[in-house]
């Protein structure tokens, strides 16, 4: 599997789909056209300071300075913005009829993912974690919840904003298996920096079974336990929705799946019965801010029954 935001090379100069080969191909003529301003001012600044009196006469006249201060950036900088506007255009394009469809929406501090049928109605939801299948494009509604925030998977795709009141739309595609970290890219308060996501990319059959199992999940009641009863008394149902319970809270992730994602609290988290037991207790001392309450007034005992609870949601 593939980790997207550490390594060599960075992410966004490392696309694994046609819909971000465009954003590498702008960030190196950027990065190269900055070099090359770089060392042209570095060069006019040594021979405005060392060079010959005739060199610094010519580099300082009027003529230079409209051409080389006006004329050159006016134009440099315009064919730069047509050229990468025509480039990325392709990125705005809406998937084609058939694409698989999902919904993804920003909140303080997570991703709310849910898979659509082609009428657009919610048939499963998930939490930091999308997963899709390989060689096909992939059509994302973007919204957001509360304020705004923005989308962005380096490895997949350009970045678009989540607006409050709107919704964007953004093709992904991943043509190699593998899995792709996302961020938010824009500001939207205290733990933003701590607002995660994973893409996992299987083959087409794989994602098949995956996506039937995940169905069958949802679908299958969930016995009555210990750990259950606590988790609907301390307050858990008000919050979180196990689909085939009585656990129909919608302010929080939906649980369904949860021991069967990769991460935990926003995609900051490995997940497993540590860090899960970390984050039901203490939640505000792994990400201060977000909206999840530390559940330190419950006996160990307690805590350990409602963790092995979450670890049956697979």
């Known amino acids: 599997m593939t980790e997207a935001l550490f390594g060599w090379p960075p992410p966004v100069l490392d696309p694994m789909g046609p819909y971000a080969e465009p954003v590498r191909t702008v960030a190196w003529a950027l990065s190269g056209m900055g070099a090359l301003v770089t060392t042209l001012v570095v060069a006019a600044l040594f021979v405005a300071w060392r060079g010959p009196p005739v060199w610094r006469a010519r ?5 230079s300075i409209l051409v080389f201060g006006v004329a050159l950036p006016a134009v440099v900088l315009a064919a730069l913005l047509i050229w990468g506007l025509m480039l990325t255009a392709k990125l705005d394009r809406p998937a084609a009829d058939g694409a698989m469809r999902v ?71 991943a043509d190699r298996i593998g899995r792709y970290g996302g961020v938010c890219a824009e500001y939207c308060g205290r733990a933003h920096a701590l607002m995660g996501m994973v893409v996992i990319a299987h083959a087409p059959d794989e994602f098949g079974r995956w996506w039937g199992a ?21 307050g858990c149902a008000a919050c979180h929705t196990v689909d085939g319970t009585r656990a129909v809270g919608r302010t929080g992730p939906n649980l369904t799946n949860v021991a069967a994602r990769q991460t935990l609290g926003g995609g900051i988290l490995p997940n497993n019965r540590g860090t899960m ?30 963790v092995t609870y979450l670890e049956t949601l697979k």
């Open 214 to 234: 995940r169905r069958a999940a949802a679908a299958t009641p969930k016995p009555d336990s210990a750990g259950f009863a606590l988790f609907t008394d301390s």
């Open 103 to 173: 919904r993804v929406t920003g909140e303080m501090w997570w991703f709310r993912v849910q898979y659509l049928d082609p009428q657009g109605r919610v048939i499963a939801e998930d939490a930091n974690e999308l997963h899709i299948p390989t060689g096909q494009p992939v059509a994302i509604e973007l919204a957001s919840a509360d304020v705004i925030h923005s989308f962005w998977v380096p490895h997949l795709s350009g970045k678009k904003d989540m607006i409050p009141g709107r919704t964007n739309r953004l093709t992904v595609q």
């Open 59 to 63: 580099l300082g006249g009027q003529t």
């Open 277 to 306: 037991t970390g984050w039901v207790g203490h939640s505000q001392s792994i990400k201060p801010g977000n909206r999840m309450p530390n559940y330190d007034r419950l006996e160990p005992r307690q805590l350990q029954d409602i």
